[in-house]
């Protein structure tokens, strides 16, 4: 079985930055494509961003371009998720997901069901 798990969430001020990280443990499962969804009180759970871990091809959701970075750390074998000029429209559960199966689409990049394993989302809160 593969674990996913966030760390990094919290309360933040607008304006503030926070950095997301995902690591995964149990067995070994390949790596082709990681990413971020988030999920607000009420709504769908929404793409956010995505890396390709081979080729380091990252593609974002139009909400969050030029305020995200996400980036992976092949010697951690973990992936992080910073966002700068914070919103109260952030706030949300904030999951890493990843994709063992190679893409071919972009979207298998941004589809929910692209993905084959789940981190159990931790609180991101931006206060206005």
């Known amino acids: 079985q593969v674990h996913m798990v966030e760390s990094g969430g919290g309360l933040v001020q607008a304006g503030g930055s926070l950095r997301l990280s995902c690591a995964g443990s149990?067995?070994?499962?390949?790596?082709?494509?990681m990413g971020w969804f988030r999920q607000a009180p009420g709504k769908e759970r929404d793409f956010v961003a995505a890396?390709?871990?081979?080729?380091?091809?990252?593609v974002y959701a139009e909400s969050v371009k030029g305020r995200a970075t996400i980036s992976r750390d092949n010697a951690k074998n973990i992936f992080s998720l910073e966002m700068n000029n914070l919103k109260a429209e952030d706030t949300a559960v904030y999951y890493c997901?990843?994709?063992?199966?190679?893409?071919?689409?972009?979207?298998?990049?941004?589809?929910?069901?692209?993905?084959?394993?789940w981190g159990q989302g931790t609180q991101v809160t931006v206060s206005s």
């Open positions: 997901a990843a994709r063992a199966r190679r893409p071919i689409a972009n979207s298998d990049y941004v589809g929910r069901s692209s993905y084959d394993y």
């Open positions: 149990g067995r070994t499962y390949a790596r082709y494509v």
């Open positions: 890396l390709d871990w081979l080729s380091g091809y990252t």
